[in-house]
C-alpha cells in the first residue's frame, strides 16, 4: 500500500468508524458466537500474494464484528468503561504513524518531553498536590503506563527496593532474608492486580478487612502491621484503592497514609476508575489525605474519553522507582542524560509508544469543562438508575452510590440473582456483571458509554424488570 492508497483506504476506515459510533446502539452489545467461531472464517494460512483492501474491508463485518462485545455501546454496563474519543482515536493514528519507541529522552524527545507536561496539566486537572507533579521543580513527575495493575507492581517493585535499602544499612544480620520477610497490604476489597503484583513481586500480601462501608481503615491496617511485626516480618507498602472495583468504595486514605508514615510503608493509591472523578471540585473529599502517599495512579482509559492504554501514574520521589530499575547499556545512553526523565527507567518494558497525544488531544479538544460534563453526566445517569431501583420494594441498593456504579438486587437468594443476571446477558439487550462481598452476590449498573442518554438507562431498567417478572413467574 503506497501513500496514495492509504489517502483512499484511511477515508474508507474513517468513514467505517464513524458509522460504526454512530450506529452502535443498534447492535447487540454481547455477540453470540461460540468458543472457536473465528478459524473457520479465516483460510488455514496467511496467503501467498496480496488481498485486495476492498476484500479486508469486507472481512471486518464477516469475520471481526460477530465477535466483537460492544464496548462502547449505550447498552454496555459491565466492569468499570474504557474510554473511547474521537480526539483519542486520531492521536493513535498519528502516534502510530510516528511509530517511535520513547524509551530515552533522545530516542524522540517529542515523546518524553509532551508526557512530562501533559502528566502536569492532567495532574493540575485533577488537582493532585504540587508535590507529584514535574513542574514543582522538586522530585516528583509523572509517567505513563499501560495499566493501572503495571503501575500497582512498579510502585511495589520500587518500594521493595528501597526497604531492603534500608534494613541492609539498618539492621545488616537481617539483609540476607529480609526479601522472604517483606509484606504489603491492600484491603480485601482492592482489584486482583494488588494481589497479583504480589505475587510477581515475590513478597507476602495481606488483605485488610473493610468496614461496613466497604473501605479499609487506619486502625484495621495498624493492627494487621502489628501481628507482623511481632512475627518478625518486614511491612513495606500498602494500597489505598479509591473506587474498588465491587462495589466503588473508597478506602480512608488519611488514616492509611499516617499509618504507612508511622510505620515507613510505601502508600501507593489505586484510583484506576475513580481518578477521571478528580476533575470535578465536588468529588475531590473522596481523595482527602492523598498528600500522604507515594504514588497515585488513575486510568484515564477507563473515564476520561482516552482509548486504551493510558494509565497515568505519579511519584512523589521519582528518583525511588528511576533508581530501582536503573540498568545501563551503552546503546541505550545519550548526552542529555540526567537533564531529562528517560522514561525505560520508570517502567517494566523498555520499548514505549506516543502515548500522551491522546491526551494531549483529550485534554484540548474537551477542555476542563467537557471532561466534567462528561463524568458529571454519568453520575446523574447512574443516580437515575438508582432511582428506579429504589422504588421497587423487590430490589435493594448494597453500597453507596457515588460515581457512576450501581449495585443492586434482588431481595432474594444469591441463586435468584445470579439467575437474573445470566438472564440479562442471554436477552443481549443489555449487558452487566455481577460481584459479591462477604457472601451478597449482587448486580452491578455502570454507566460505561459516553454515548449512554437518559433513555438507555430507562430502557435498561426496563429490561431488569422484564427479565425479573419472567424469572419470578418461574419460580
Ligand atoms: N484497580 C481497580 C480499582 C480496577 O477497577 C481495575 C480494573 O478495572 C484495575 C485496578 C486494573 O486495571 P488495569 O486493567 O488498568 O490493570
Redesign the pocket.
Known amino acids: 500500500m503506497d501513500g496514495e492508497q492509504f489517502r483512499a483506504a484511511s477515508r474508507q476506515m474513517t468513514d467505517y468508524i464513524a458509522d460504526y459510533l454512530t450506529n452502535i446502539r443498534e447492535r447487540r452489545v454481547l455477540p453470540e458466537v461460540e468458543p472457536g467461531y473465528l478459524r473457520p472464517l479465516l483460510p488455514a494460512q496467511a496467503p501467498d500474494t496480496p488481498d485486495e483492501w476492498s476484500d479486508v474491508m469486507a472481512d471486518i463485518e464477516r469475520v471481526i464484528m460477530p465477535g466483537v462485545t460492544h464496548w462502547h455501546s449505550p447498552h454496555f454496563h459491565a466492569?468499570?468503561p474504557t474510554g473511547n474519543s474521537y480526539p483519542a482515536i486520531l492521536a493513535d493514528m498519528l502516534s502510530d504513524a510516528i511509530g517511535c519507541i520513547g524509551f530515552t529522552w533522545i530516542s524522540s524527545p517529542a515523546c518524553t518531553e509532551l508526557e512530562v507536561v501533559m502528566l502536569d496539566w492532567l495532574g493540575q486537572l485533577l488537582d493532585l498536590p504540587s508535590q507529584f507533579l514535574a513542574a514543582s521543580g522538586g522530585k516528583g513527575g509523572g509517567v505513563i503506563q499501560?495499566?493501572?495493575?503495571?503501575?500497582?507492581l512498579v510502585a511495589m517493585l520500587s518500594a521493595k527496593t528501597k526497604m531492603l535499602k534500608q534494613v541492609k544499612k539498618d539492621k545488616p544480620y537481617m539483609a540476607d532474608n529480609a526479601a522472604a520477610a517483606l509484606v504489603g497490604y491492600g484491603s480485601d476489597q482492592?482489584?486482583s492486580?494488588?494481589e497479583r503484583a504480589g505475587m510477581m513481586a515475590g513478597v507476602k500480601m495481606r488483605q485488610v478487612a473493610s468496614d461496613d462501608n466497604f473501605a479499609m481503615r487506619g486502625p484495621q491496617l495498624r493492627e494487621a502491621i502489628l501481628k507482623d511485626k511481632a512475627l518478625g516480618l518486614i511491612p513495606f507498602f500498602v494500597v489505598g484503592?479509591?473506587?474498588?472495583?465491587p462495589a466503588c468504595s473508597f478506602d480512608n486514605l488519611r488514616e492509611i497514609g499516617e499509618v504507612a508514615q508511622e510505620f515507613g510503608l510505601w502508600c501507593h493509591v489505586?484510583?484506576?476508575?475513580?481518578g477521571s472523578a478528580m476533575v470535578c471540585e465536588e468529588f475531590r473529599y473522596l481523595m482527602d489525605g492523598v498528600e500522604l502517599a507515594d504514588s497515585f495512579n488513575f486510568?484515564p482509559?477507563?473515564w476520561l474519553l482516552v482509548n486504551f492504554?493510558c494509565?497515568a501514574m505519579w511519584i512523589k520521589d521519582a528518583s525511588e522507582v528511576v533508581e530501582a530499575f536503573n540498568v545501563d547499556p551503552l546503546y541505550l545512553k545519550h548526552e542529555q542524560q540526567g537533564q531529562v526523565p528517560d522514561y525505560r527507567h520508570w517502567q517494566i518494558p523498555l520499548g514505549r509508544r506516543f502515548r500522551s497525544l491522546k491526551l494531549w488531544f483529550v485534554m484540548r479538544l474537551y477542555g476542563k469543562h467537557g471532561l466534567q460534563a462528561h463524568i458529571r453526566k454519568q453520575v446523574d445517569l447512574a443516580h437515575q438508575f438508582e432511582t428506579r431501583v429504589k422504588k421497587d420494594p423487590r430490589f435493594e441498593i448494597i453500597a453507596p452510590v457515588t460515581l457512576g456504579l450501581v449495585c443492586f438486587r434482588l431481595k432474594r437468594s444469591n441463586e435468584v440473582n445470579e439467575t437474573l443476571l445470566k438472564n440479562l446477558n442471554a436477552g443481549g439487550v443489555i449487558h452487566l456483571v455481577p460481584a459479591k462481598i462477604k457472601d451478597t452476590y449482587f448486580l452491578r449498573f455502570a454507566v460505561c458509554s459516553r454515548l449512554t442518554e437518559p433513555q438507555d438507562v430507562d430502557e435498561a431498567w426496563q429490561e431488569v424488570l422484564k427479565q425479573t417478572d419472567l424469572l419470578l413467574q418461574e419460580i
Open positions: 466492569y468499570f499501560g495499566t493501572a495493575s503495571e503501575a500497582t482492592a482489584h492486580s494488588v484503592t479509591m473506587g474498588a472495583t489505586d484510583a484506576a476508575y475513580a486510568n482509559h477507563k492504554d494509565s
